[in-house]
C-alpha cells in the first residue's frame, strides 16, 4: 500500500539581501543566509530553514557557540518569544565575535 501522503521539506533556499537592524551592515543573501556576518544578530523569521512564515519576526542574540561534527554553530535566542536555536557559522562571520562567544558557556535545559 502506498503512502500518499505529502511530505514537507524543512528547508526552503531563499536567496535574499537584507540589511541588519542591529549594526546597518547591507548583507547580499545567498540564501543560506540566516544571520549578519558583521555582528552575528540574527531575526526570528523562519518556522523551518528558509521559509519565512514565523510572525515573530523579532531579533535573535547570539549567545555562544559550539562545535558539531567539525562545523562551528552559533547559538540564538529570541529577544521576543525565546525560542533557542543553532545556525551554522558561514566564511565571511566575524571571527573575532565567534572567538568571544566561544568562552561563553552555554546553558541550555536538560
Known sequence: MKNNKRIERKFTRTPENFTCVVCG?????TGYTDHC????WSRHVDINPGDRKSSCQCLMEPLGV?????DWRIYYKCQSCGYK????????????LIIQLSSRPIKMKT
Open 25 to 29: 551592515q547591507e548583507i547580499k543573501g
Open 85 to 96: 536555536h543553532f545556525n551554522k557559522t558561514a566564511d565571511d562571520d566575524n571571527t573575532e
Open 66 to 70: 559550539t562545535q558539531k561534527k567539525g
Open 37 to 40: 556576518p558583521s555582528c552575528l
